[in-house]
């Protein structure tokens, strides 16, 4: 979730931006030629590592990848990850806080990360804890881990974020991201997940960045740098992770300067990432109005352009291409057993609050070049397993243009338009398509809500055979232990 702060500057319309804004597009156009499809790769006799790769793209449901392709290859196109050879539809479960036996039907990024990397169902809001008694819940990396697997965590949101958090720490809840969260009463916590109860000082595992500081992950690339600011007996948390021996990045050159033969640290924002694109002149949704003759106005058209903040001279920010680039040559240098990584695009979901569809659809296509360097790199080392799925769905929604509502007002003699907030994109082939975010109230309602869809999962790699056509979160945490040869998860 996210609050409803815009965080966009406008967008200066240069011919520089132009420029990019053209590049960027000829960059997701040429994406999709990178893999073809091959269920059944040859390995060799002998495997020297095995490895998994696990994209997640927050809020990313059939709705918003129709919606990114229809703008970045029409129709007719399709993304990397849809050209991987096993699909397979992923029901999102959920259980209820103040009665774990029972199921709610809307998920949270906390739950449903914490269910693929644990293999376990739980309450909203939890970070691999068991509802009500937050019974801590094993990760997959933490497993892998003490099986001598590196591990790495990747993704465009804080490092402290629900997602992320999920892999590599427990927590009753996802607000319990920093020291100073332990110590203060959450208005919108349930008591049973007060930050409070999960302190060091009770026997607790402490806030989540605190955690992080201590997990020893070979690999974490993101944002949040505020959060480890913050000390911990007199010592700040970006001190105690440094003194580990791990090579501090903060921008785009830091990172491809690196040596992989470090542990990398990378702290690009000091919270979320910028996103990749805006709507052209800031344009988001908007409300559908009326005018005095009660005619109703339908918003302007408007194509995406580049994020200036992202994609500025000093091209300052890495993309999430880059980071899954590095993330995969460090865990890999002179590996002889393999590695477990978790890379999310975050801000699909985060810009689908914001009802800003050029925010969803540039950050889908950033996260599918990020697919294809996985995709990539499995082709060379042909033991990985590349699953690509979301957390759960959200509220964008691709509806009719206005000239279907202008017809049925002709039709009825009554102005026909539709609910919630709206916007008409000029797509990257020139056609027109409306989308639609109506799952919270206007003009009240802050942000859109999530909803309660099943989302898609791409696999390739090997011992793919027989994957149901419908499957729940737990089974791709048992595929992803099942190739790392880790046990099954026990309740
Ligand atoms: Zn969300």
Redesign the pocket.
């Known amino acids: 979730?996210?609050g409803i702060t815009d965080n966009l500057l406008a967008t200066p319309r240069t011919s520089t931006l132009l420029i990019l804004a053209t590049l960027t597009a000829l960059a997701f156009l040429l994406m999709p030629i990178c893999c073809e499809a091959s269920s059944d790769r040859q390995l060799p006799d002998h495997l020297p590592t095995t490895n998994v790769i696990l994209f997640i793209g927050d809020?990313m449901d059939e709705h918003q990848i129709t919606m990114a392709r229809n703008y970045l290859y029409g129709p007719t196109g399709s993304f990397t990850m849809e050209k991987m050879p096993v699909r397979s539809s992923v029901k999102v479960q959920t259980l209820r806080e103040d009665n774990p036996k029972q199921f709610r039907y809307i998920a949270?990024?906390a739950n449903t990360a914490s269910t693929l990397a644990t293999g376990l169902l739980t309450s909203k809001g939890r970070i691999a804890t068991a509802a009500i008694s937050n019974k801590t819940h094993q990760t997959i990396l933490e497993e892998a881990q003490l099986e001598g697997y590196r591990t790495g965590l990747v993704s465009t949101s804080s490092l402290t974020d629900a997602t992320l958090a999920a892999f590599a720490t427990h927590s009753p809840h996802r607000d319990c991201q920093s020291p100073r969260d332990m110590t203060i009463e959450h208005p919108f916590i349930p008591i049973t997940q007060q930050c409070i109860q999960n302190q060091t000082e009770l026997g607790g595992h402490g806030s989540i960045a605190k955690q992080l500081a201590t997990a020893n992950i070979d690999v974490l690339l993101g944002g949040g740098a505020r959060f480890f600011d913050q000390q911990i007996e007199g010592e700040t948390l970006l001190s105690i992770i440094l003194n580990q021996d791990y090579r501090l990045l903060k921008n785009t050159t830091d990172l491809f300067a690196a040596p992989d033969n470090h542990k990398l640290l990378g702290l690009f924002a000091q919270k979320h990432l910028p996103v990749e694109w805006i709507g052209e002149d800031n344009h988001r949704a908007e409300l559908i109005t009326t005018n005095t003759e009660g005619h109703v106005v339908f918003p302007t058209p408007f194509s995406c352009t580049p994020n200036p903040r992202h994609h500025g001279h000093t091209q300052e920010t890495p993309s999430l291409a880059q980071m899954t680039e590095k993330a995969l040559s460090a865990l890999s240098k002179d590996n002889t057993k393999g590695f477990f990584l978790m890379v999310e695009g975050a801000s699909i979901?985060k810009q689908a609050?914001k009802r800003n569809p050029c925010g969803q659809i540039g950050e889908l296509g950033a996260f599918d070049q990020a697919v294809a360097k996985g995709r990539e790199f499995a082709m060379q080392h042909p033991n990985t397993l590349i699953i690509v799925t979301a957390d759960h769905g959200q509220a964008g929604q691709v509806i009719p243009l206005p000239e279907t509502y202008q017809l049925a007002s002709q039709a009825i003699h009554k102005p026909q338009y539709p609910t919630g907030y709206y916007a008409i994109l000029k797509t990257l082939s020139g056609e027109l398509m409306a989308i639609s975010y109506a799952t919270n109230s206007s003009p009240q309602g802050q942000w859109e809500m999530?909803t309660g869809t099943n989302v898609p999962a791409f696999m390739e790699g090997p011992g793919l055979g027989e994957i149901p056509i419908t499957i729940d979160q737990r089974y791709i945490n048992r595929l992803m232990r099942q190739h790392l040869k880790l046990d099954q998860p026990r309740h």
Request: hydrophobic letters at 10%; aromatic letters at 0%; a negative charge.
């Open positions: 979730m996210t809020g949270d990024s979901d609050h999530h």
